[in-house]
């Protein structure tokens, strides 16, 4: 019943009940409260490399229109193989990332406060490349693909930056695995660049940028 409830919180569904229930609150400043989570999600939205690169009007956008989220032990945050349009990031609590192959499930990383995952499926809708499990009771913030659209289409030379950052991250990923070469890493950036940034357009605008 306690993951029931903490999956109709999650979608905002109500449960009523046959009473009438009066409480009295202690007045609180509800503009106060709101202010230091958006404060908290901007800080964390800053830490992604590339939402780094935003100026802090673009970051504050984001930080508007994301949703915190929590999830009970156990549950699974975004399944492998399932469509996405989301980033998370870790707000606090911990999860793992399973890979699932044939008929075995393996652990490949744990994500801490602070760390995220999901950002080619909302860059690109790419479906999940792996499951994410809490491993304690988690709290997450979530980017949507529409808040993102919004801000990228105010500023044309933002998607190409974005791209820029996170084929960086990736070839230096596979250079470390394959040891590539200066040179062959500085053409592979520019092969993936060009095809991520192509990948993030037509996601992201529903057509390919000229």
């Given at each position: 019943?306690?993951?029931?409830?903490?999956?109709?919180?999650?979608?905002?569904?109500?449960?009523?009940?046959?009473?009438?229930?009066?409480?009295?609150?202690?007045?609180?400043?509800?503009?106060?409260?709101?202010?230091?989570?958006?404060?908290?999600?901007?800080?964390?939205?800053?830490?992604?490399?590339?939402?780094?690169?935003?100026?802090?009007?673009?970051?504050?956008?984001?930080?508007?229109?994301?949703?915190?989220?929590?999830?009970?032990?156990?549950?699974?945050?975004?399944?492998?193989?399932?469509?996405?349009?989301?980033?998370?990031?870790?707000?606090?609590?911990?999860?793992?990332?399973?890979?699932?192959?044939?008929?075995?499930?393996?652990?490949?990383?744990?994500?801490?406060?602070?760390?995220?995952?999901?950002?080619?499926?909302?860059l690109t809708g790419e479906p999940r490349s792996a499951t994410v499990v809490a491993t304690t009771p988690l709290r997450v913030v979530s980017i949507g693909k529409m808040a993102l659209?919004?801000?990228?289409?105010?500023?044309?030379?933002?998607?190409?930056?974005?791209?820029?950052?996170?084929?960086?991250?990736?070839?230096?990923?596979a250079a470390t695995k394959e040891r590539l070469s200066r040179e062959g890493a500085a053409?592979?950036?520019?092969?993936?660049?060009?095809?991520?940034?192509?990948?993030?357009?037509?996601?992201?605008?529903?057509?390919?940028?000229?």
């Amino acid at each position: 019943m306690t993951y029931v409830w903490s999956a109709f919180q999650r979608n905002g569904i109500e449960i009523p009940f046959p009473q009438r229930v009066v409480q009295t609150l202690v007045p609180q400043d509800g503009g106060a409260v709101m202010r230091r989570q958006t404060d908290q999600i901007i800080a964390h939205l800053a830490k992604v490399d590339f939402f780094a690169i935003l100026n802090p009007q673009q970051i504050e956008s984001l930080a508007s229109e994301a949703r915190v989220q929590e999830f009970l032990p156990g549950e699974q945050v975004v399944r492998q193989g399932e469509p996405g349009e989301e980033l998370f990031i870790m707000l606090d609590g911990t999860a793992e990332v399973r890979v699932h192959q044939a008929d075995r499930s393996s652990t490949v990383a744990s994500l801490q406060r602070g760390q995220f995952f999901g950002e080619m499926s909302l860059l690109t809708g790419e479906p999940r490349s792996a499951t994410v499990v809490a491993t304690t009771p988690l709290r997450v913030v979530s980017i949507g693909k529409m808040a993102l659209s919004r801000v990228v289409q105010k500023d044309g030379d933002l998607v190409g930056r974005i791209s820029e950052v996170v084929a960086q991250r990736k070839v230096a990923l596979a250079a470390t695995k394959e040891r590539l070469s200066r040179e062959g890493a500085a053409v592979t950036l520019g092969s993936r660049k060009h095809s991520l940034m192509e990948r993030i357009q037509q996601f992201l605008w529903g057509r390919t940028h000229r």
